[in-house]
């Protein structure tokens, strides 16, 4: 909620500020002093369009800034407009005119002669007749949006899946080649990786074979195994001490050593006979892992490891037909369920309806619109994760002529007065912390100014968060207020300058007695006190009466049905 309001350099203001509480706060004053500029500076301040023509004569740029009661500690919220532009701040950070939009939205709600109200929005009428409706119903409304958006996102992946089953059916068969490229080569990853190794003896051929021949016959009978041998025989004709022995036994060795790899130089030249077949095929086995490697991977491991992660991906594609009979059969049960639902929020809705046309148009008596009724309707056509139904408040004015959408086919104070009504009935479903009434007294006088007031602090005093703000010319109205400011404008050095200041207990029924004529006299005075005793009285037994019919409405609550009646006929349009 707004603590602190200041508007500087704005029309005629060169710099006031408005300390607002929680209930009724009103603003009085002469005519053409300024009040209506503070209207206007809080609807700059929430986002409305401002140009040059609104800052103050001889000024360089008009201010608004709010001091607004967050969670944790206050924030400000400011708003500069130069010829040249704005420059904006909400809570510290710079920001847009969006921006301020955006924060103004579900906290202040201003109703004025010329300015666009909220009210006139369907989408805020279904919303604050859905809250009217009552908890069970809200409960139904998020029920039905998650199962709308459940069948959203079924829809969307059934139009992935069968959007993409070309591409589906090329990518499976390329999966099918790889796989089929890979697992025909039958890799043998320890073996495979040893065919270079064969392969370049194989292909050394000839040259191994004579190689492996000569050192066999080196180191045969005839080279140096025979050598060694003679050096045995040599070591045995002399004593046997430790050294001569020790000498036999490396010489020994040697022979043995000797023998053994002149047979395996043998035997592996015998071996080395190439068998062209054998190489061609080798070769040819070789180049086909090289290409393996380069498509799949850098080892015959990787290769392997790609053909394991097509196998999985190649699943998936082919369970796409069974995935989208499994989508269809839950869009199927999904649609079913919404139809349900519907039927029943239309019937929470109508009913919601039905209870609040006779109070907004006994409201509307009250304040002074006797030919005035409340006029909702509800046709399909809405946002279909909201049920799919449009409503639509109209009312009615004056005699013989039908009623009209919101914001039309009435006048400034007209228009504020069926607000006023509308958020009076609405008191505690409607969240909105701040709402802002200009001259929704204008035309009216008397008994009808009395109910104005009554029903403005109803509508402050319906939630402990809430506060009203008023623009009035009438004492009957001020009088209900639990803030008062008054504004006041004189001449300094050649200049206009227009102040406010909040006035006390004590100053309030003189302000009163201004207001109707009557300041500086003993009349005037008592008046004002008598105003003050009314509106207090008003006061007391309205908050008797709101208790009670609070605790019918949580009756009425507690015992509504969660569902409509299974012979509901549906949607369709009825007047209240």
């Not at 300024?34 to 206007?40: D, F, P, Q, R």
């Not at 119903?137 to 199962?147: D, F, G, K, V």
């Not at 090289?290 to 392997?304: C, E, P, Q």
């Not at 008592?526 to 003050?532: K, P, S, T, Y």
């Amino acid at each position: 909620m707004l603590r602190e309001l200041r508007v500087q350099s704005l029309g005629v203001i060169e710099d006031i500020t408005i300390e607002l509480a929680d209930g009724l706060t009103v603003v009085t004053g002469e005519t053409g002093v300024g009040k209506t500029l503070i209207v206007t500076g809080l609807s700059l301040l929430c986002g409305a369009r401002g140009d040059s023509t609104l800052i103050r004569d001889g000024a360089d740029g008009a201010a608004i800034e709010a001091l607004v009661r967050g969670v944790d500690e206050d924030v400000v919220v400011a708003r500069r407009m130069t010829g040249s532009g704005n420059r904006i701040r909400v809570a510290g950070e710079l920001g847009t005119v969006a921006d301020l939009r955006e924060w103004a939205t579900g906290r202040i709600e201003i109703h004025g002669q010329h300015d666009h109200i909220r009210l006139a929005d369907p989408a805020v009428q279904r919303n604050l007749l859905d809250h009217f409706a009552g908890a069970a119903h809200l409960e139904e409304l998020a029920s039905h949006r998650q199962t709308f958006d459940a069948r959203t996102a079924a829809l969307a992946e059934r139009d992935v899946l069968v959007g993409d089953g070309r591409i589906r059916l090329r990518l499976a068969d390329q999966l099918r080649h790889e796989l089929a490229e890979i697992e025909g080569v039958a890799i043998d990853v320890e073996a495979d990786e040893a065919l270079d190794d064969r392969l370049e003896l194989l292909e050394a051929g000839e040259q191994v074979r004579h190689a492996l021949a000569a050192a066999a016959l080196a180191l045969g009978d005839e080279g140096a195994a025979d050598a060694l041998g003679a050096a045995v025989g040599a070591l045995r004709d002399v004593p046997a001490t430790a050294t001569m022995a020790a000498f036999m036994d490396r010489a020994v060795r040697l022979v043995e050593e000797a023998t053994d790899l002149a047979r395996e130089l043998r035997d592996a030249a015998e071996d080395a006979e190439v068998d062209p077949g054998e190489l061609d095929a080798l070769r040819e086995r070789v180049r086909v892992l090289a290409g393996l490697r380069r498509k799949y991977g850098d080892g015959l491991a990787d290769v392997l490891a790609h053909a394991d992660d097509a196998r999985v991906r190649l699943a998936e594609l082919d369970g796409t037909d069974d995935r989208l009979a499994d989508l269809d059969r839950n869009i199927a049960e999904l649609d079913d369920q919404l139809d349900a639902s519907r039927q029943t929020l239309f019937a929470a809705r109508r009913k919601a309806a039905d209870d609040l046309v006779p109070t907004v148009t006994a409201q509307l008596r009250q304040l002074g619109m006797p030919h005035a009724h409340l006029d909702i309707t509800i046709d399909e056509g809405g946002a279909p994760r909201d049920g799919g139904h449009e409503v639509t408040f109209r009312v009615g004015v004056n005699p013989g002529q039908p009623a009209v959408t919101l914001g039309k086919g009435a006048s400034g104070g007209e228009r504020s007065r069926i607000a006023l009504a509308i958020e009076t009935a609405l008191a505690d479903a409607d969240r909105t912390t701040t709402i802002v009434f200009d001259e929704v007294d204008a035309g009216v006088g008397g008994d009808t100014a009395r109910a104005v007031g009554a029903a403005l602090a109803r509508l402050a005093h319906a939630r402990p968060d809430r506060q009203v703000l008023c623009v009035t010319h009438l004492a009957q109205v001020a009088a209900h207020a639990d803030v008062h400011h008054v504004v006041d404008k004189h001449v300094e050095a050649g200049a206009t300058v227009t102040t406010a200041r909040r006035l006390s207990e004590d100053e309030r029924p003189a302000e009163l007695a201004r207001m109707m004529g009557g300041a500086d006299t003993d009349a005037g005075l008592a008046h004002g006190l008598e105003l003050l005793a009314v509106a207090r009285a008003a006061a007391t037994t309205s908050l008797a009466e709101r208790n009670r019919q609070r605790r019918r409405h949580l009756h009425r609550l507690a015992v509504q049905p969660r569902r409509a009646c299974d012979h509901l006929a549906g949607p369709g349009s009825r007047r209240g």
